[in-house]
Structure formats: structure tokens, C-alpha cells
Nanobody
């Protein structure tokens, strides 16, 4: 069992930056692929970024060059650095963990990110 707790969301102006953190419980954090998803009002949840145990990363096209995912296995934490934020990035952001990228077995409760124009 893995428990995930996100933090770092908030309100920011367009062009600004935020860093989301996700703290995970459990001793096998380093074995999991860690994902970030987001869900905007009235829309389906969508994949944002992932980092494999190897450190390899994957991003959706719309955030490439603006978002960076990273992990610190010693701290059981995954991060999402978000730069050059746009109003369309407004959503609840969820941290997730699983064996395969994009197919998580565990989810956090989400953190709200709001980007004003």
C-alpha cells in the first residue's frame, strides 16, 4: 500500500511558477513509476508527466519545455516544477504511483492550481 500527499498548489498569475510536491509512504517508493495527472472543471482527468524508477521522464506535449518532473528517492518525494504557467493549466493536480507509467494503482487527494490571466 502506498499513500500519497500532494502540496504546493495555489493561485498564480500567468507566466508564473509553482512547484508541486508529493510525499509517499512506504519503503518501495523507488520501485514505482510516479505520475502527475490533472483534471480541469468539466473535463476528464489527463496525464501530465511521469518519471520511471530509472529516472526517465515522459510529458504531455502541451507542457513540454515548461514542466519538469523529478524524484528524490531518499525523501520518498516526487516534484513537478511548473514554469510559464498558462490559464489553461488551471486544474486539480494529482500525484499517482504504479508499476507502469500512466496506469497508476495509487492516487493522492489532489492539489488545486489556479492560473489567472
Amino acid at each position: 500500500q502506498v499513500q500519497l500527499v500532494e502540496s504546493g498548489g495555489g493561485l498564480v498569475q500567468a507566466g508564473g511558477s509553482l512547484r508541486l510536491s508529493c510525499a509517499a509512504s512506504g519503503r518501495t517508493f523507488s520501485n514505482y513509476a510516479m505520475d502527475w495527472f490533472r483534471q480541469a472543471p468539466g473535463k476528464e482527468r489527463e496525464f501530465v508527466a511521469a518519471i520511471r524508477p530509472s529516472g526517465n521522464t515522459v510529458y504531455r506535449d502541451s507542457v513540454k519545455g515548461r514542466f519538469t518532473i523529478s524524484r528524490d528517492n531518499a525523501k520518498n518525494t516526487v516534484y513537478l516544477q511548473m514554469n510559464s504557467l498558462k490559464p489553461e493549466d488551471t486544474a486539480v493536480y494529482y500525484c499517482a504511483a504504479g508499476v507502469i507509467v500512466g496506469t497508476p494503482a495509487y492516487w493522492g487527494q489532489g492539489t488545486q492550481v489556479t492560473v489567472s490571466s
